[in-house]
């Protein structure tokens, strides 16, 4: 039966999580030189245009419709038998709309966290195809694979309460190889770009740091103990992992920054992801302040070594943090936590370790291989990067024909 608490909390969450892509779009943004943040905010917005239609049409069906196989199928095409009934399979006591919805936030935002390896870069009629055909063709089966009914993740009994490997690991990757391919940006070492607006990186923190609640604690489908405890341990993580970047950079470099502190919080929002409905409030300060050492070493000793110009460090920070989350719930799951889910290493079930490591490879072959033929694929039909001249223009005025900033005389 509906139980009218259970469907508020999830529209509530469904809400929460739409925000973030919004609040991604400023984090992204401030990033960004004054002359791109537009473009940032453009391709934020215009994929939640373009994926809750999608998701709508056939991206839902292909992801959750029960089948065993690479996707699916298109049984619920047009959301066809997905009305306001429950359905007990995935919730019990909520709408099969409501589920959907929910979901469909999460379809937007994934894609929308690979623009940060290629900003100030790319076109945006390439972006819009490239967008489309990833969530086809990445998403949406890797979403079946991981918690859909029938999907062969699933069954072998990887964790990910939220998306750590669904969301974090599969656009962390993508972004490597986008970065990869499309190359640096002209003229970077010579004049290497710094955040043009940090108030606004600040604020998109805050606005994903408030939406994540509902990512993380909206996937309980239920308002019950279990998403009071996703709640209270995506806080902490994300409280961990904000000091513990601001302290590496303290000692490192002498001062602790906004900007390290904000890449913090977001990298511990990461990890705790695919563990909040399995692990209890200790192992998620652990989660938290190690995911800081992971991804700064990632982010500011690695690449500068190996030169690739992933511009916001999508890959550095979801691909790094998730991965660490991944496993790190194949260490600290516990059954005492959730009756559902399974005990981790540390709990007496080396196995889970071993499967949560299956689960993150084959999310990282996967995604690389087909990522990069989808790339490749687009280029070769509308070409992918902007000419130089439209990227030292900028891409607000090449591609938007827009000003972020007029000052007046």
Known sequence: MINAGDTAWVLISSALVMLMTPGLAFFYGGMVRKKNILSVLMQCFIIMCVLSLQWVIFGYSLSFAPAKGFWGGLSWLGLK????????????????????????????????????????????????????????????????????????????????????????????????????????????????????????????????WFGWFGFNAGSALSANGLAVNAFVVTNTAAAAAGLSWAFIEWLRNGKPTIFGTASGVVAGLVAI??????????????????????????????????????????????????????????????????????????????????????????TLVYTFIVTFAIYKVVDMLIGIRVREEEELMGLDLTQHHERAYTVLE
Not at 173 to 187: E, H
Not at 330 to 351: I, T
């Open 81 to 208: 038998g997905v009305g306001f009934e429950p359905y007990a399979d995935y919730a019990g006591t909520i709408p099969h709309q409501a589920f959907m919805i929910f979901q469909a936030m999460f379809a937007i935002i994934t894609p929308a966290l690979i623009i940060g390896a290629f900003a100030e870069r790319m076109k945006f009629s390439a972006f819009l195809v490239f967008t489309l055909l990833w969530a086809t063709f990445v998403y949406d089966p890797l979403c079946h694979w991981v918690w859909g009914i029938g999907g062969w993740l699933r069954n072998l009994g990887a964790l990910d309460f939220a998306g750590g490997t669904v969301v974090h690991i599969n656009a962390g990757i993508a972004a490597l190889v986008t970065a990869l391919v499309i190359g640096r940006r002209k003229n970077l070492d010579s004049n290497m770009p710094t955040p043009h607006n940090l108030p606004f990186v600040v604020l998109g923190t805050g606005l994903l």
């Open 273 to 362: 992801t695919p563990a909040a409905g399995f692990v209890s409030v200790i192992p998620a300060i652990i989660i938290g302040l190690l995911v800081s050492v992971f991804c700064f070493t990632a982010v500011s000793i690695i690449k500068p070594k190996l030169g690739y110009d992933d511009s916001l460090d999508a890959f550095g920070v979801h691909c790094i943090g998730g991965v660490w989350g991944a496993l790190a719930t194949g260490l600290f799951a516990s059954k005492a936590v959730n009756v559902a889910g399974r005990d981790g290493l540390f709990f007496g079930n080396p196995k889970q370790f071993l499967v949560q490591l299956a689960a993150v490879a084959v």
